[in-house]
C-alpha cells in the first residue's frame, strides 16, 4: 500500500489505530535535530490558557519517547521533541486527545490561506450579534409593558432565535469544555459553558412556564461580549506576533536551480540542498544560506544588520537567506538546508521566547492550576448561599453563573508570556536574536557588564599592517598554521596570506594561547608572544601575533581593528544606567588599554585565560559581552549573555542574545528592554490578580449579573495584551529606526 501524507481527519483515524503507516506519515511531516531526535508539531485549536498547556505538556512528556513538549498558546501549537527509537510518534495525538484536547499534526510545508481560528470567531460573533439585536427589539416591547400572550409570544419568538444561535455561537466554548469535561479534566471553557447553558436553561424554564422575565437576551449579548473579547485577544495576539509572522513571510517559496548539464528547474524551499547552484534575479530573497559563486554581487542586509546601505560581496562571500538580491541574474551555491538556515534560525529563536518557563510564568501556571475547583466551589458556594439565606434560588442561580463567568484566569494565563512575545518582536526590530523569555528575565537582573575586546568592542574585521616587512618563508608558514584556527587574528592572517596550503604535520591549537605544529624535528609556534616563548616583546597599542621555530622568533604580524562605530556612545549610556563595566581580553596590557581608554572603561583586564573569564564573570550577576572561542565557557556561565552575528559559531550558540549589527547599542537596548518587559509583566500579574481580588466577591455578593461578568472577564485579557503592546513604544534610547520599517520594508 502506497503512504502519503494524510490530512487531518484521516491523521487522526490512522493515530487512534496506532498504524505503521501512520508513523511513517508522523515522521514524513517531522524534522530531524542534530542529536538524533525529531520534532513534530500539532495544532491544539481548544487550548486557551494556563490549565491548557499544563494537561497538554503533562500527558505528552509522560510517554517514555517524548523528551521536550512546549505548547506555544499564541500560535495554539505544540511542539513535540522525541526519540523515535523509545515509541511510536503515533502515541503522541492520543496523548494530546486524552487530555480533552482536539489535535493534529502540521505539516511544515503546508501553505495556509488566512486564519481559520479567526476566521471561526468571526462567524460565532456575527451570528450572536445578528441574534442579539433581533432578540433586544422583542425584549424592548416586554420591558414595556407588554400584555401577558405578547409577553409570551415575543418571549417564544426570542426562543427560537436565541436557542440555534447559541449553539452555533456557543460551540466556541461548548466543544472546547466538552472535550475537556469527557477525560475528567477542566479548562477556562468549562465554567464559561455552565454559565450560559445554565442561564439559557433558566430562561427556557420561564417561557415554559409563562414566567414574567425571560434572560434569552442575556445570554446571547453574553456570548456576543464574550466573543467580542476572545477575538480580540486573538488579533491582539497575533499582532504581539507580528514580527515573526512577517519573519516567516520573508521565505520565498523555492528557486531556480542551476542543473548539472546547464539547464534549469524549480525546487521548492523545502528541497533546496546544500551544494544545489541556485540562480537569484535582482530583487530574489536569498533561500537558504548561501556562497555566492558570481562577481559583482549586492544585497540588501537589512534583514541581518537593520543597515539599509547595499553591501558588495565577493565571488566566495557568504549570504545569508532573507538578504535580498540588488543586482542579477547571479549565481549562489546553497551551504545550509531551509531548516538550518538564518531565517529558520531566528524564527525558532523568537518562538522560544513564548514557551520559556521563567520564574514569573511559574507563579502564573501554579496560580492557574488551582483556579477550577476554586471557581466551581465559589460558584457552588454562591448559589446555595443565596438560596438559603433568601429563599430566591432564581437569583441564587444568576449569582453563581456570573461567578462562573468573571473568574476565568485569562489575563493570568497571559501576564507574562505575551510580553515575552512583544519583547521578542521589538528585539528582532532593532537586529537582536533571543533564545527564550528567562533570558530576558535575567537580563532584566544584571549589574554588571563585561566585555571581550576583538570582535566585541571593535569589529573584528582586523589587519595586517606590517606585512611587508616580514620574510616570505615566515608569511608561508604563518598561513598555513592559521588555516586551522578560528580565532580572529588567525583569520585575517589567513585572508592577508591566500597562499596558505594544509601543514604537513601534527597540529594543535591551544584555547587562547596559539598554535603549535611539527614538522619532522621542528616545532613551530603561532600565538602570543608568552606563548612562543618571546619574554623581551616590546609594547606596541597594536595586537600582535609571533611565530617561532624551536623556540626562536621568526616574525611578528601586527594588527589594527576598527572600534565599533558606536562603542562610546554605548559605554555611556550602560554608565547612565548604573551598570559597572569591564574589558576582559587575552591580548596584551598595551593594546587592551588603548581600547578600553578609547571607550571609556576604567577596569581593563588583560592576558586573560578562558578560565580567568570564568571565574570574572561569576562575580554578581554579570551579562558577558564576547565572540570568540574562547569566550565560550565565559557566555555560558555568565548569568546572561550577547554575541555579534560575525561571533564563531560555538560563541553564539553559548549566548543568550545575538545581535546582528555593528552598532554596540544593542547592549544597553538589550538591558532597556529587559527591565522595562519585567516591569509591565509584574504589573500585568498585579491587574489579573488585583482583578479577580475585587471581581470574585462583588460577583458572590450580587453585585454583577453575567452580561456585566463577561464584558469584565473579556476586558481584563484585552487590558493584559494592551499593557503588553507599550513595550513597543518608547524606551530610554534613540531609536535608530522606526520600529516595523524593516520588515514592512523587507516584506514589500
Not at 479548562?187 to 464559561?192: A, C, F, G, K, L
Request: proline fraction near 5%.
Amino acid at each position: 500500500m502506497t503512504c502519503c501524507i494524510p490530512g487531518e481527519e484521516e491523521l487522526a483515524e490512522a493515530a487512534a489505530h496506532g498504524t505503521e503507516a501512520n508513523d511513517a506519515a508522523l515522521l514524513t511531516l517531522s524534522r530531524r535535530l542534530s542529536d538524533g531526535t525529531r520534532q513534530l508539531e500539532f495544532a491544539i485549536p481548544d487550548a486557551h490558557c494556563a490549565a491548557c498547556i499544563r494537561s497538554i505538556e503533562t500527558a505528552l512528556e509522560a510517554l517514555p519517547q517524548v523528551e521536550m513538549a512546549r505548547v506555544n498558546l499564541s500560535k495554539r501549537r505544540v511542539r513535540v521533541v522525541f526519540d523515535p527509537a523509545r515509541g511510536a510518534p503515533s502515541e503522541l495525538a492520543p496523548a494530546i486527545g486524552a487530555s480533552g484536547y482536539h489535535t493534529y499534526a502540521l505539516d511544515p510545508a503546508e501553505d495556509k490561506d488566512g486564519d481559520p481560528v479567526l476566521r471561526e470567531l468571526v462567524k460565532a460573533l456575527a451570528v450572536a450579534g445578528f441574534a442579539a439585536g433581533n432578540i433586544m427589539l422583542f425584549s424592548v416591547s416586554v420591558w414595556a409593558g407588554a400584555n401577558e400572550a405578547t409577553r409570551d409570544l415575543f418571549h417564544w419568538i426570542s426562543a427560537l432565535i436565541a436557542l440555534p444561535a447559541i449553539a452555533y455561537s456557543g460551540r466556541v466554548f461548548f466543544r472546547s469544555a466538552w472535550r475537556a469535561m469527557r477525560v475528567g479534566r477542566t479548562n477556562m471553557d468549562v465554567p464559561i459553558s455552565i454559565g450560559v447553558t445554565l442561564a439559557t436553561a433558566l430562561s427556557l424554564f420561564e417561557t415554559l412556564n409563562s414566567g414574567q422575565h425571560a434572560y434569552f437576551d442575556a445570554s446571547v449579548t453574553l456570548l456576543f461580549f464574550l466573543l467580542i473579547g476572545r477575538t480580540l485577544d486573538h488579533l491582539m495576539r497575533e499582532r504581539a506576533r507580528s514580527a515573526i509572522t512577517n519573519l516567516a513571510r520573508l521565505a520565498p517559496r523555492g528557486a531556480t536551480r542551476i542543473t548539472q548539464e546547464g539547464g534549469r528547474d524549480y525546487v521548492a524551499l523545502d528541497e533546496i540542498e546544500p551544494g544545489m547552484l541556485l540562480e537569484l534575479r535582482a530583487g530574489d530573497r536569498v533561500p537558504v544560506d548561501a556562497v555566492v559563486e558570481s562577481e559583482g554581487a549586492s544585497f540588501d542586509y537589512a534583514i541581518v544588520s537593520g543597515e539599509t546601505a547595499p553591501v558588495a560581496l565577493p565571488a566566495g562571500g557568504a549570504v545569508v537567506a532573507g538578504a535580498n538580491t540588488l543586482s542579477g541574474p547571479l549565481l549562489v551555491r546553497a551551504t545550509k538546508p531551509a531548516a538550518d538556515s538564518f531565517l529558520s534560525r531566528m524564527i525558532a529563536l523568537m518562538e522560544a521566547a513564548e514557551g520559556a518557563r521563567t520564574k514569573q510564568r511559574r507563579i502564573a501556571d501554579r496560580a492557574a492550576a488551582v483556579y477550577a475547583p476554586i471557581v466551581h466551589t465559589i460558584a457552588i458556594g454562591t448559589f446555595l448561599g443565596w438560596g438559603v439565606f433568601t429563599g430566591n434560588w432564581h437569583m441564587a442561580l444568576l449569582n453563581a453563573v456570573a461567578v462562573l463567568i468573571i473568574t476565568c484566569p485569562c489575563a493570568l494565563a497571559l501576564a507574562v508570556p505575551i510580553v515575552h512575545v512583544v519583547a521578542a518582536g521589538r528585539l528582532f526590530e532593532r537586529g537582536i536574536l533571543m533564545k527564550d523569555g528567562a533570558a530576558l528575565e535575567r537580563a532584566a537582573e544584571v549589574d554588571r557588564v563585561a566585555f571581550d575586546k576583538t570582535g566585541t568592542l571593535t569589529l573584528g574585521h582586523p589587519r595586517v599592517t606590517n606585512l611587508a616587512q616580514v620574510p616570505l618563508e615566515a608569511r608561508l608558514i604563518a598561513a598555513s598554521l592559521a588555516r586551522v584556527s578560528g580565532h580572529p587574528l588567525s583569520r585575517a592572517l589567513g585572508e592577508a596570506l591566500p597562499d596558505g596550503v594544509p601543514f604537513a604535520g601534527v597540529v594543535s591549537e591551544f584555547r587562547g594561547k596559539g598554535i603549535a605544529a611539527e614538522r619532522g624535528d621542528d616545532v613551530f609556534r603561532l600565538g602570543s608572544a608568552d606563548f612562543v616563548g618571546k619574554t623581551d616583546a616590546g609594547s606596541s597599542a597594536q595586537s600582535e601575533v609571533w611565530l617561532s621555530r624551536n623556540g626562536l622568533a621568526l616574525a611578528v604580524f601586527r594588527f589594527e581593528d576598527e572600534i565599533r562605530p558606536d562603542a562610546v556612545t554605548s559605554i555611556a549610556e550602560l554608565k547612565t544606567m548604573g551598570l559597572p563595566l569591564r574589558l576582559l581580553s587575552g591580548d596584551r596590557p598595551e593594546p587592551v588599554r588603548h581600547v578600553a581608554e578609547a571607550v571609556g572603561i576604567l577596569d581593563a583586564r588583560a592576558r586573560l585565560l578562558p578560565e580567568n573569564k570564568l571565574e570574572l564573570v561569576g562575580e554578581g550577576r554579570t551579562m558577558m559581552v564576547g565572540d570568540g572561542i574562547n569566550d565560550a565557557p565565559a557566555l555560558r556561565a555568565a548569568h546572561v549573555s550577547m554575541a555579534p552575528a560575525s561571533a564563531a559559531d560555538i560563541g553564539r550558540a553559548a549566548a543568550d542574545f545575538v545581535f546582528t549589527g555593528e552598532r554596540l547599542s544593542a547592549v544597553p537596548f538589550v538591558i532597556d528592554t529587559a527591565r522595562r518587559a519585567a516591569r509591565i509583566v509584574n504589573q500585568n500579574l498585579v491587574i489579573a490578580i488585583g482583578y479577580n481580588a475585587i471581581a470574585v466577591p462583588l460577583a458572590v455578593m450580587g453585585h454583577v449579573t453575567p452580561l456585566i461578568a463577561a464584558i469584565a472577564m473579556s476586558s481584563s485579557s484585552i487590558i493584559v495584551v494592551a499593557n503588553a503592546m507599550r513595550l513597543r513604544f518608547g524606551g530610554g534610547e534613540a531609536v535608530l529606526r522606526r520600529p516595523d520599517r524593516t520588515l514592512r520594508e523587507a516584506h514589500a
